[in-house]
């Protein structure tokens, strides 16, 4: 089946725009996360979404970053007001529970770069 | 709040060869799970191997194995009969909740032909 669908594969742009970056996670899977990945760095965990739950949103590193999930399927992660540095690897995974168990299965990532 | 250390930056290893990466975490909790993630220039990050740690034995997938210390809270991966593709950057990552992954800094694998 298919797995976890991020879009765009890329995006450029100018630095003070807004972006919206698209996951499309494994149908079925309840639980949803989105990750930020700096270069030459780990992953920071930023927002989690499960099932109609209210989101935990406690690693958005600022109120210019927002998300959503419409149906309990797509999301779609927001940067309002880019900066240099939100420049990163956004990662979105989901799983088919939020259990510790239930391993998460990630897409291919957005590459953004703000100039 | 929990933390995971990969010591080693940079690793190589001989094609067909065995390497050893490192990981070690902290936690007060007593029920958790442990990952090992690849991920390839393509960026995915691909499930290499988990192990629960209330399972005292180590898990194993084919040529991938872990060497878990429940007391000393390490987590190392054994990669056997080392292949070219098997060069990625690996992490080392924590939950216990499934509300989120905790991940280490990684290890970049180099696989010399």
């Known amino acids: 089946g298919a797995g976890v669908s991020q879009s765009p594969s890329n995006k450029v742009t100018e630095k003070g725009k807004d972006v919206e970056l698209r996951c499309d996670p494994i149908?079925?899977?309840?639980?949803l996360y989105w990750y930020r990945q700096s270069l030459g760095q780990g992953l920071e965990f930023l927002i989690y979404f499960q099932g109609n739950s209210a989101p935990d949103k406690s690693g958005l590193p600022s109120d210019r970053f927002s998300a959503e999930r419409t149906g309990g399927s797509v999301s779609t992660l927001t940067i309002q007001r880019t900066q240099q540095e939100d420049s990163a690897v956004y990662l979105c995974?989901?799983?088919?529970?939020?259990?510790?168990?239930?391993?998460?299965?990630f897409g291919d990532g957005t590459r953004l770069s703000i100039l | 709040a929990q933390t995971v250390t990969q010591s080693q930056p940079e690793m190589s290893v001989q094609e067909a060869e065995t390497v050893t990466l490192s990981c070690t975490y902290d936690?007060?909790?007593?029920?958790?799970?442990l990952f090992w993630y690849k991920q390839p220039p393509s960026r995915q990050m691909i499930l290499v191997i988990r192990?629960?740690?209330?399972?005292?034995q180590n898990a194993t997938e084919n040529r991938f194995s872990v060497n878990f210390q429940k007391a000393a809270k390490s987590f190392s991966l054994k990669i056997s009969d080392s292949q070219l593709g098997d060069a990625a950057m690996y992490f080392c990552?924590?939950?216990?909740?499934?509300?989120?992954?905790?991940f280490g800094g990684g290890t970049r694998l180099m696989v010399k032909p």
């Open positions: 990552a924590y939950d216990n909740a499934g509300n989120m992954l905790t």
């Open positions: 936690t007060s909790e007593s029920d958790y799970y």
């Open positions: 995974a989901s799983s088919l529970g939020a259990r510790a168990s239930q391993p998460q299965h």
């Open positions: 192990q629960e740690a209330y399972k005292q």
């Open positions: 149908s079925g899977h309840t639980a």
